[in-house]
């Protein structure tokens, strides 16, 4: 599970996509399941592996304000989206035992986004939105004492803008977006 506040930095919904800045909160979950083989010898072991990740997120925009096109202050309503996104990854890790309780890693690779949908209400109706994925990256690096882990990450999505969506005579769609989330993660190992 993550969640968070974040600076949003894009544009208000339809009809008139007016550049908005706001706070946006996050709550949401993770799952990914990999494949690998391990590579080992003495203290250290590589694993090249690829894999399937699912992500399941909640984005709430706050109220705000902006400039209209005339120039004249707006008030902006927030709204909530519910995201899901499934994604393959590539990639590869390194382990290296330094003493027989501590052990230092690190993970990187990309991942690829093939099926996303994004459902917000418009206009009093939910609506779904299903942008193309794009490759991005991901990596993690951290240390392990016995089964506690300690690391910091970067996790990236990109999405290409989604098909259109008609609603009445409105058409909706999610433009090019992308979201770059770095942390730091506490964690359990049960190997």
């Known amino acids: 599970m993550f969640g968070g506040i974040a600076d949003y930095d894009g544009q208000t919904q339809g009809p008139e996509n007016l550049p908005v800045k706001t706070d946006v909160n996050y709550?949401?979950?993770?799952?990914?399941?990999?494949?690998?083989?391990?590579?080992?010898?003495?203290?250290?072991?590589?694993e090249p592996f690829f894999?399937?990740?699912?992500?399941?997120?909640?984005?709430?925009?706050?109220?705000?304000?902006?400039?209209?096109?005339?120039?004249?202050?707006?008030?902006?309503?927030?709204?909530?989206e519910d995201w899901r996104s499934f994604y393959l990854r590539l990639g590869g890790r390194l382990d290296v035992a330094v003493t027989d309780d501590w052990?230092?890693?690190?993970?990187?690779?990309a991942k690829y986004p093939f099926y996303t949908e994004n459902t917000v209400e418009i206009l009093g109706r939910d609506i779904t939105i299903k942008p193309d994925g794009s490759w991005s990256a991901f990596a993690e690096a951290g240390a392990r004492y016995k089964k506690l882990k300690f690391s910091t990450f970067?996790?990236?999505?990109?999405?290409?803008?989604?098909?259109?969506?008609?609603?009445?005579?409105?058409?909706?769609?999610?433009p090019v977006s992308k979201s770059d989330i770095f942390g730091f993660r506490v964690g359990w190992a049960f190997r």
Request: proline share 3%; aromatic share 16%; charged share 25%.
């Open 154 to 174: 970067y996790e990236g999505f990109r999405y290409n803008q989604s098909p259109g969506v008609l609603v009445g005579t409105n058409q909706f769609f999610q």
């Open 103 to 109: 052990r230092i890693f690190t993970e990187g690779g």
């Open 27 to 46: 709550f949401g979950t993770r799952e990914d399941i990999d494949l690998g083989w391990r590579i080992s010898q003495q203290k250290v072991s590589m």
């Open 51 to 80: 894999g399937f990740g699912a992500r399941w997120w909640l984005r709430d925009l706050e109220d705000s304000m902006t400039i209209d096109r005339a120039g004249m202050p707006v008030e902006v309503n927030g709204y909530t």
